[in-house]
């Protein structure tokens, strides 16, 4: 089995612009606010599609999933979810239920990482409180003004790119005006609205809010988290470790080589500047894999994603100065 690289699904959003384009070279369907690029998805109302074979995620799981997943996956679906986000507005108040609360609530757990791309001069995040702030004053301000007061409670970071943060289930967070993000997340699109900045959506009307379940997922205990800063040496280094993925920021100079071997589930190959040539290396000896087609060289441009199934493994050549980030530990979300 092939590096499988998949066709991108756009989402307008309201909060989006044409960065997708202008920065990534992507050629988009309109030319109104698109905010998300879906890179690789496996859901119910999405699915990504491999162009060659014309087969969407789901089929791949389904038909070859010894040679896609590994023997040691269980779940569904595929675990991951892999986003490019274009951030030309600040995106809502927001945050996503911990598994303790996500099952009452009807909804799932949604832990993610952002890399930071680019970033303009003035971009930066909401994440968590300030050290001022507690449980009941933001519970006191959301009730009395309807969120108009939350801003003065909430820690905001600058943005540079390069830099990288973990968002756990449970952090209240919102993505200010200025970012191009690389998001990698569980396989979930559960997200509450504490406060949209009293604004109306692309069809005229104001986005629905979910004070209710937002204050049962929100950690009041999150105070003045910090990024992870820009890594620009030669090397590599983790950036997220949780229970739903580890991921490696790996940057190479020309010439560089970085093996990559699936050892217990898939592999996640994203190139956010650069460029790698992929080289297989024989199949894996494994008599219990389904007979496959030899693997092909493959070239990964920047802002790529590619799944590296658990059959293929090989060698990453950079091609020039190269960003990778690695993801991989996958297999704590199946069941």
Not at 108 to 121: N, S
Not at 185 to 190: A, E, K, R
Not at 222 to 238: Q, S, Y
Not at 255 to 278: C, N
Request: proline share 7%; net charge negative; aromatic share 6%.
């Amino acid at each position: 089995m092939d590096l499988l690289v998949f066709e991108p699904i756009y989402q307008d959003r309201v909060w989006g612009g044409q960065n997708l384009a202008h920065r990534l070279g992507r050629a988009l369907p309109h030319t109104g606010p698109i905010g998300e690029a879906w890179e690789i998805v496996d859901r119910a109302e999405a699915q990504s599609l491999h162009a060659p074979s014309r087969h969407r995620l789901a089929d791949l799981m389904a038909q070859h999933r010894l040679a896609l997943m590994g023997p040691g996956f269980d779940g569904e679906r595929f675990p991951v979810l892999v986003k490019w986000l274009d951030c030309q507005d600040r995106l809502s108040l927001q945050v996503h239920p911990p598994a303790s609360v996500a099952d009452a609530l009807g909804g799932e757990p949604k832990t993610e990482c952002w890399f930071i791309a680019e970033a303009e001069p003035d971009a930066g995040l909401y994440v968590g409180l300030k050290h001022t702030a507690d449980e009941a004053t933001f519970k006191r301000v959301l009730a009395n003004e309807q969120g108009q007061g939350l801003t003065p409670l909430l820690h905001r970071l600058p943005t540079r790119a390069g830099e990288a943060i973990l968002l756990e289930s449970g952090r209240l967070h919102a993505i200010d005006a200025g970012n191009l993000i690389l998001e990698i997340q569980q396989n979930s699109d559960t997200t509450y609205r504490v406060y949209d900045w009293d604004r109306v959506g692309l069809d005229g009307q104001p986005r629905d809010l979910h004070i209710d379940a937002s204050l049962a997922s929100i950690d009041f205990h999150d105070i003045e988290p910090a990024l992870m800063p820009p890594f620009n040496a030669r090397g590599e280094r983790v950036i997220a470790e949780c229970d739903a993925f580890r991921i490696r920021q790996v940057n190479l100079t020309a010439g560089d080589t970085f093996e990559v071997q699936p050892r217990i589930a898939p592999t996640l190959i994203s190139v956010v500047s650069g460029r790698v040539h992929a080289d297989p290396h024989a199949t894996r000896d494994d008599p219990a894999l389904e007979p496959a087609l030899r693997a092909q060289p493959v070239a990964l441009g920047a802002s790529v994603n590619a799944v590296c199934p658990y059959a293929w493994g090989g060698t990453l050549t950079a091609e020039a100065t190269t960003t990778v980030l690695i993801t991989d530990q996958l297999l704590s979300l199946s069941g």
